[in-house]
């Protein structure tokens, strides 16, 4: 069985996170979306909200699990047999932090391979800042968040231009 983890902040989760999961599904058996908690960072959503906007997104894919985790995301990936850890790239700045990424989890356990995979051309501009961003200019999200996230994400952050 062919298993991948795909680790993230997704502070919101956006169409470019989708994009990602949604091909990586079609390629593994399973696929583990690990929402990361690291208390060092200062994120706008809650961990369980990150969790619940996730499931909400995933939840038409049969081989998708959503789960939440504090610890290396290495060792969730051996927990569960995992193969392979997915990220994606958007540009040069994403590369520069991937490779070290990479780099690290090689050297921690090169029986655990990491795969990247590039977005889609309409996806490729977004990132869960920029969405905050948006909102708080009060622009309008819902072309760039998964179906029925755009309210919820919309309540949290106020907007200062009505
Ligand atoms: P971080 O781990 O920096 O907090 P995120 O949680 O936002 O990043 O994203 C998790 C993964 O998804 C990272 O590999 C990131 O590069 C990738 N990603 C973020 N936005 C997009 C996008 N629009 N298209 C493709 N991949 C993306």
Known sequence: MKIAVYPGSF????????????????IFDKVYVL????PNKQYTFTDQE?????????????????????????????KKNAQ????????????????TLFQFNRSIDNNID?????PS?????LSSSSIKELVLFGADIANY????????????IKTRCK
Do not use: W
């Not at 929402?35 to 690291?38: A, C, D, L």
């Not at 755009?150 to 309540?155: C, F, Q, R, V």
């Open 145 to 156: 968040v998964p179906e029925g996230l755009a309210e919820m994400i919309a309540k949290k």
């Open 50 to 78: 990150r969790v619940e906007m996730m499931k909400l997104a995933t939840k038409k894919y049969e081989n998708v699990v959503v789960e939440a985790s504090k610890c290396l995301v290495l060792n969730f990936a051996r």
């Open 84 to 99: 392979v850890i997915i990220r994606g790239l958007r540009n040069i700045n994403d590369y520069q932090s991937e490779i």
């Open 35 to 38: 929402v990361s908690i690291n």
């Open 11 to 26: 502070d919101p989760v956006s169409n470019g996170h989708l994009d990602i999961i949604e091909r990586a599904a079609k």
């Open 114 to 118: 990491t795969f990247v995979l590039f």
């Open 121 to 125: 051309a309409n996806n490729l501009f």
